[in-house]
């Protein structure tokens, strides 16, 4: 199914280019659609693809070990997913389901390196957006991390 370049600019990605560079992304793109409940990707596999929610929302959740999944953010549309394993292969760190019915763009690493000759400046801008969502990541691990300290400290230690 192919894609506009205006399903693009709304996204991460998209703040980075212009309409007519979006256009030209869009040519790569292939838009999914994940019915509510189900998983666009599970905890530990890998994938070389990068996800653009394009509507809806997806739970990220992780495997706590318990028999159960904690849910640890909800993205929504204009969030990246699946960031590391595109870059380099690595295998997912968290699950990702449907939260209602939910629209995914996705790009796959060949399709983008593809554009590497005729549109470095797209391939540079997309990266530089995909390293934005990872630094905002940490920096709400981070602060969720300040809290849980302070949550801890507060009650003496006892949780």
């Known amino acids: 199914m192919t894609i506009e370049g ?3 600019q709304d996204t991460v990605i998209g703040r980075e280019l212009t309409l007519e560079q979006c256009n030209t992304l869009a ?9 509510n409940g189900q998983l666009l990707f599970a905890e530990g596999s890998s994938s070389d693809t990068l996800f653009v929610v394009a509507s809806g929302r997806l739970a ?3 495997d706590t070990g318990r028999g159960f999944s904690d849910t640890l953010h909800l993205l929504g549309p204009g969030d990246l997913a699946g960031e590391s394993g595109f870059l380099d292969g690595s295998p997912h760190s968290a699950t ?5 019915d939910a629209t995914v763009l996705t790009i796959h690493r060949t399709r983008l390196e593809g ?3 005729d549109n470095p400046i797209i391939v540079y801008k997309v990266m ?7 630094r905002e ?10 809290q849980m300290m302070n949550y801890i400290n507060q009650g003496c230690g006892r949780y």
Do not use: K, P
């Not at 990702?96 to 209602?100: E, F, H, I, K, M």
């Not at 530089?128 to 990872?134: E, F, K, L, P, Q």
């Not at 990541?137 to 300040?146: K, P």
């Open 137 to 146: 990541i940490v920096r709400r691990m981070n602060q969720q991390q300040l």
């Open 27 to 35: 040519t790569i793109c292939e838009q999914r659609t994940i019915a």
């Open 115 to 117: 554009l590497l000759i």
């Open 128 to 134: 530089r957006a995909i390293v934005y969502s990872i």
């Open 60 to 62: 990220v959740s992780r």
């Open 6 to 8: 205006r399903a693009l």
């Open 96 to 100: 990702l389901r449907a939260v209602g």
